[in-house]
């Protein structure tokens, strides 16, 4: 098990992983789009668990900047995904803790992440490497772009 940076050159694999958690397919040129922004804004920390050489899972971790108190920095992690036929064999877990150590090499106050309602699995293997339930209510409003 090897866990890198995503690269351009392992974004097909990704968008196909991505369509795996999602349900829907990615747009890949826009995806590499995206990835090159973000990759430019140096806050973006993109992670895949390669398995005997393929893409079996990844994780998206985003540092943002705070204004509250001591300012310290807090990460968001987004898009956790190990594939349906090789989960359970600790990637998840490996996953996380790269995520974690790179939120504390920046500082990172703390981390948040959201899970949707009825992924359950998921949730206990959250609340199994630390992260706890808060008494919050979490709101998503989805927007309609205009097309340019």
Same mark, same amino acid.
């Given at each position: ?6 690269? #351009? &050159? ?9 369509? &795996? ?6 747009? &890949? ?6 990835? &090159?922004? @973000? ?11 390669? +398995?005997?050489?393929?893409? @079996? $899972? ?29 989960? =359970? %064999? ?6 996380? @803790?790269?995520?974690?150590?790179? @939120?504390?090499?920046? $500082? ?10 009825? =992924? ?11 992260? #706890?339930?808060? %008494?919050?209510? $979490?709101?998503?409003? +989805? ?6």
């Amino acid at each position: 098990m090897n866990i890198k940076p995503i690269t #351009r &050159e392992d974004l097909p694999a990704l968008s196909r992983l991505y369509e &795996e958690l999602m349900g829907i397919p990615t747009d &890949e040129t826009r995806m590499n789009d995206v990835f &090159e922004a @973000a990759e430019a804004l140096g806050n973006y920390h993109v992670l895949g668990a390669f +398995h005997e050489g393929k893409l @079996a $899972g990844s994780v998206m971790g985003i540092v943002c900047l705070d204004l509250v108190g001591s300012c310290k920095p807090f990460m968001v992690i987004e898009n956790v995904i190990v594939s349906d036929h090789i989960r =359970r %064999q600790g990637i998840g877990k490996k996953l996380m @803790a790269e995520i974690e150590k790179i @939120a504390v090499d920046r $500082g990172c106050a703390y981390i948040i992440l959201v899970s949707g309602e009825k =992924r359950k699995e998921a949730h206990v293997f959250y609340e199994k490497l630390g992260y #706890r339930e808060e %008494q919050v209510e $979490g709101y998503r409003k +989805h927007l309609v772009l205009r097309s340019n």
